[in-house]
């Protein structure tokens, strides 16, 4: 395979950079050794966004405070234009001389190269620039006057366990952020301050949306009545698009027998995944659920089922248990219950196209309503090497092309890859990117043609037969957990009028407006919208500037004009103009935002007129 010119210019760009930021741990790791000369070092690799290195600084520690005048340092070496001179020591030689040196670490690691035969030419190479010589292949710079102006900036510092081992000695570990140039740079902390300030897990308690309690256990979040409202509303969206669709809905139990697993495979396919089993009834095991799947599988078994049923689409929105491991949970974003918008539609093999197009025509309606254009699609193949795939070679290519022919016929762009499949048949993955730009999958969309014969399915046909239905297992919207931690980012907490936890708060001008007030918010939740007065006593420009915190989308403001004329000073987040209406025709449009769900926190959106 020959490589195209640009992938030879990226490649070299990503060479550049690496040895930038490889440098630019020596030169921090030269600048810390003037400040504390007693300082050990341990490893000091080029990272994403930058580089770190490991110290051991004994009784002498480094602290936040400090980094300003490494900093400092730093840009007094890199202004030296001291050259990266490249040395190699025979193994006995580099042992020795790390010894002398007092590097523990670095000896340790040199050892470690011996042993394993990575001396090259029974040697170890040695970097020094200026004063400073550290153990490493390299690439650099060719000196340190070749860093670029303001690319770089001390970060922060943590604790690192040497060799990541908690047994051995805890170092202290310095970040620094690098890139290719200065603008480079601001731009990454400009992106970085935006996601902190959207992270949904600061939102989350800004808002009152969603907490986690340590007795409780991690992974395990508590929706608040506020996040509630939000689960609530994507549901009956769900609810009414699902209807509209032909799907029914079921109901089925979040604990089941192993036996069930062993038939779909789950067992032992997704143990890994899945919490251990609970003993019950003295021989008997029970799982927490990781998928609705085989219950739905059940429901489809229980009648005889002809092609005239086919189609038959069961849908619910399933809790579903996952074991993620300690460190890789995340705010609502990888948690260890969920609850799954999940659906399953059992068809004949000619229905699957249209079957399969219906479902990805569903995602493009909610994820064009949402906004969320940040998204790309992945079809997720099987991989012959990989035992998981169970070797059904002919079904899985079958299956393989049904999807990419759907894709195709609608215009989709996509990516192929190879060995994401599920294992039970190719799915296609809705690769979303949070603001720190990492690629998530938020929902997927499978055709299976295993768990029919798993679970013995069939339906007759027209010819009498009995035959195998496919089924697509879908879950546009994600799990309530997974979605709703995009759409906090993605809104920065202001949510449309239809799903906002508070819909209007009312702000009375004075205490004598407040029965006019009370009547309008018993007005409003007869109309089940979700309403608040701001009866406190703070200025009437505390008052609105707390709606704003709150990210409340509707403000109605009511003075003696107002309760005179039965109308409302109506102002929207984050617009400092106000429109005034009478109180009827501000209810109708409300109404008309909720029916049609108007994403109104975008301005670019048209409001309905009354
Ligand atoms: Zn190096
Ligand atoms: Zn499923």
């Excluded at 670095?106 to 190479?125: H, P």
């Amino acid at each position: 395979m020959s490589k195209t010119e640009t992938d030879i210019i990226v490649e070299d760009k990503d060479a550049a950079l690496h040895a930038l930021r490889h440098s630019l741990a020596h030169i921090m790791a030269a600048a810390v050794r003037l400040l504390r000369p007693e300082a050990k070092l341990a490893f000091g690799p080029p990272v994403e966004h930058g580089f770190y290195y490991d110290f051991d600084f004994g009784d002498n520690p480094i602290g936040e405070a400090d980094l300003e005048q490494v900093e400092q340092t730093m840009r007094a070496i890199i202004k030296a234009r001291e050259p990266f001179t490249r040395e190699e020591k025979n193994c006995d030689e580099a042992l020795r001389y790390l010894e002398a040196q007092g590097e523990v670490y670095k000896r340790e690691y040199a050892q470690e190269l011996i042993e394993q035969g990575k001396a090259v030419n029974g040697t170890l190479s040695f970097y020094t620039s200026g004063d400073f010589t550290d153990m490493c292949e390299g690439p650099h710079l060719e000196h340190t006057g070749h860093v670029p102006k303001n690319c770089f900036k001390l970060d922060r510092i943590s604790g690192s366990y040497w060799r990541g081992d908690e047994k051995r000695p805890m170092l202290t570990r310095i970040y620094g952020l690098a890139f290719a140039s200065g603008a480079e740079l601001k731009e990454y902390l400009a992106m970085r301050k935006r996601a902190m300030e959207r992270d949904h897990r600061k939102l989350g308690e800004e808002l009152d949306l969603f907490i986690q309690d340590s007795e409780v256990g991690v992974g395990l979040p508590l929706w608040m009545p506020n996040g509630t409202v939000l689960r609530d509303e994507l549901e009956k969206w769900a609810r009414e698009t699902e209807f509209l669709a032909g799907y029914q809905r079921v109901t089925t139990p979040s604990v089941t027998r192993k036996q069930l697993y062993e038939r779909s495979g789950h067992v032992p396919y997704y143990q890994d995944s899945m919490y251990p089993s609970m003993p019950i009834d003295e021989h008997d095991e029970y799982y927490l659920r990781p998928m609705c799947c085989p219950h739905h599988h059940k429901i489809y078994a229980s009648r005889l089922r002809s092609y005239r049923d086919l189609p038959l689409r069961l849908c619910e929105y399933g809790d579903v248990f996952r074991y993620e491991k300690h460190g890789s949970l995340s705010g609502l974003l990888r948690v260890r219950a969920m609850c799954m918008n999940d659906a399953h539609i059992y068809c004949a093999p000619d229905q699957v196209e249209s079957e399969f197009r219906g479902v990805v025509a569903m995602y493009q309606m909610y994820y064009g309503h949402l906004r969320m254009g940040n998204f790309r699609v992945r079809l997720s193949l099987h991989d012959t090497d990989n035992a998981k795939f169970v070797d059904r070679y002919d079904d899985w290519e079958r299956s393989e092309s049904i999807v990419r022919g759907v894709l195709d016929g609608l215009g989709i762009e996509y990516e192929e890859e190879s060995g994401e499949a599920a294992f039970y048949g190719p799915k296609v993955d809705i690769q979303v990117k949070n603001l720190m730009g990492r690629e998530e999958t938020v929902s997927t969309c499978q055709l299976d043609f295993m768990m029919p014969d798993r679970f013995d399915l069939t339906y007759v046909d027209a010819d009498g037969e009995r035959k195998r239905p496919y089924i697509l297992h879908r879950a546009p919207l994600s799990t309530h957990e997974r979605m709703i931690s995009f759409l906090i980012e993605l809104y920065g907490g202001a949510f449309p009028t239809w799903m906002a936890p508070v819909q209007v708060r009312l702000v009375p001008v004075n205490a004598a407006i407040l029965e006019y007030a009370n009547e309008t918010a018993a007005m409003l939740r007869n109309n089940f919208f979700r309403v608040e007065i701001d009866d406190s006593s703070e200025s009437f420009n505390k008052k609105i500037r707390n709606a704003v915190t709150r990210k409340i989308p509707n403000i109605w403001i009511l003075g003696e004009k107002e309760k005179d004329a039965a109308a409302v000073a109506w102002r929207r987040y984050a617009v400092k103009e106000q429109q005034s209406m009478p109180r009827n025709a501000a209810l109708a449009l409300l109404q008309q935002m909720r029916e049609k769900r108007t994403m109104d926190n975008f301005s670019d959106v048209a409001l309905p007129t009354p």
